[in-house]
Nanobody, 115 residues
Framework: QVQLVESGGGLVQPGGSLRLSCAASGSLFSINAMAWYRQAPGKERELVAAITRSGSTNYAGAVKGRFTISRDNALSTVYLQMNSLKPEDTAVYYC?????????WGQGTQVTVSS
């Protein structure tokens, strides 16, 4: 089992920055990749960024160049640095751990971009 706890969300003005953290515990050896997803009201959950154990990254087109995903070597903590935030980035952000046969989700953290 793997437990994921997100933190770092909040209210920020357009153009501002936030850094989300995802602390993982448990059977981390089973995790091959970590990802950040987000879900805005009335919309489906979507992939924001992902990072593998080897460090390869992938970003959604809407955040490329503005968001950066990173992790420590053990994948025990994953970060999402969000710059140049826009109102359309408002959503609940979820951390996901990808194992061979099972995915793990955190409880989510709210990000609100508003003036």
């Amino acid at each position: 089992q793997v437990q994921l706890v997100e933190s770092g969300g909040g209210l920020v003005q357009p153009g501002g920055s936030l850094r989300l953290s995802c602390a993982a515990s448990g059977s981390l050896f089973s995790i091959n990749a970590m990802a950040w997803y987000r879900q805005a009201p009335g919309k489906e959950r979507e992939l924001v960024a992902a990072i593998t154990r080897s460090g390869s990254t992938n970003y959604a087109g809407a955040v490329k160049g503005r968001f950066t995903i990173s992790r420590d070597n053990a994948l025990s903590t994953v970060y999402l640095q969000m710059n140049s935030l826009k109102p359309e980035d408002t959503a609940v952000y979820y951390c996901k751990g990808v194992a061979l046969t099972l995915d793990y989700w955190g409880q989510g953290t709210q990000v609100t971009v508003s003036s």
